[in-house]
């Protein structure tokens, strides 16, 4: 689904899916960069997603020589992405940590997470929080299929 791509003081990044992959960010003039996006974004309307450049088999840039892009020094971001498998666009968002120019703009993707068709994702969710009250009615159903087994016991025995 996902690909990350270094070369020498290139750092890049690609979306891949069966029939289409992208990341947020642009395609302008010969430079196509991801953006760093917050913790809490809503990916899903993201409203630049850049296809990569054809020179480096699609990727976007996250550095290239040190200083230009939109990923300076050290530290920690967040980048989003979508992609079809041919069901249909899904979104997801990637933690990447930025080893800096000491290690030639290395980076490495810490964590991921991406939503079915249709569904919204914001920057840093990992469950699904549009409906918080699935887990409970399932825990709730647990309990109540108990309760049920142990009220028909003690009715069959007399009790």
Do not use: C
Not at 17 to 40: A, E, I
């Amino acid at each position: 689904m996902t690909k990350f791509g270094q070369r020498g003081a290139l750092a890049g990044f690609k979306a891949v899916g069966l029939r289409s992959g992208f990341f947020v960010g642009s395609d302008v003039s010969t430079y196509s960069f991801v953006y760093p996006l917050p913790s809490g974004y809503n990916v899903t309307r993201a409203k630049h997603f850049g296809i990569g450049e054809p020179l480096y088999s699609g990727f976007g840039k996250l550095a290239l020589l040190g200083n230009s892009g939109f990923f300076e020094g050290r530290g920690y971001n967040f980048i989003g992405f979508t992609f079809n498998n041919r069901a249909g666009r899904q979104y997801g968002w990637a933690r990447i940590y930025d080893r800096g120019l000491a290690k030639h703009n290395s980076f490495r993707i810490l964590g991921y997470a991406y939503a079915d068709v249709g569904e919204t994702i914001l920057v840093g969710q990992t469950t699904d929080e549009s409906s918080p009250g699935a887990e409970e009615s399932l825990g709730a159903l647990a309990l109540g299929g108990a309760g049920l087994t142990a009220w028909r016991k003690r009715r069959a025995s007399g009790r």
